[in-house]
């Protein structure tokens, strides 16, 4: 009965901070999250124990929420690739025998583009900084 999907997952598991403690009095090292933070936000998920100074929550029931928050990340990074998809292009290159690429001018100007660089209206290709090895410019002549 009254049974309703669980929405933004991920944004109600965003305050949370697991920590690590133990309880007064008591040496054994545990971890968890604050009962209290969790009141705020699934008061559902909390226990009244009976004493005014100390409540629990249903750890168990926190697992449905991951799973949920992993469905909601998954679809993110399901819509992420195909926006990557829709805006990328391959690059393909031929040889021309000789050992030289040949590329159009729009192909390398999206090519930069997406890299970062700027090429201007007038296809000049503007850097702040150049690192190389080698770097020829011209044509090579043939002996």
């Known amino acids: 009965e009254n049974i309703k999907p669980l929405d933004n997952a991920v944004e109600y598991l965003k305050p949370f901070k697991p920590v690590q403690f133990n309880f007064i009095g ?11 933070d969790i009141q705020e936000v699934y008061p559902e998920l909390i226990f009244d124990t009976g004493d005014e100074d100390y409540i629990t929550y249903n750890d168990p029931g ?20 195909l926006k990557i998809g829709a805006t990328s292009t391959d690059l393909t290159v031929q040889e021309d025998g000789g050992g030289q690429i040949s590329l159009t001018p729009q192909h390398f100007k999206e090519i930069a583009t ?30």
Do not use: M, N, R, W
């Open 114 to 143: 997406g890299l970062g660089l700027l090429v201007t209206e007038t296809g000049f290709l503007e850097v702040q900084e150049l690192k190389t090895q080698e770097l020829e410019i011209g044509s090579q002549s043939e002996p």
């Open 26 to 36: 008591k040496d054994k090292k545990l971890i968890g999250l604050i009962a209290q």
């Open 62 to 81: 926190f697992k449905y929420i991951l799973i949920k928050a992993i469905q909601e990340q998954q679809a993110q990074i399901e819509e992420l690739k």
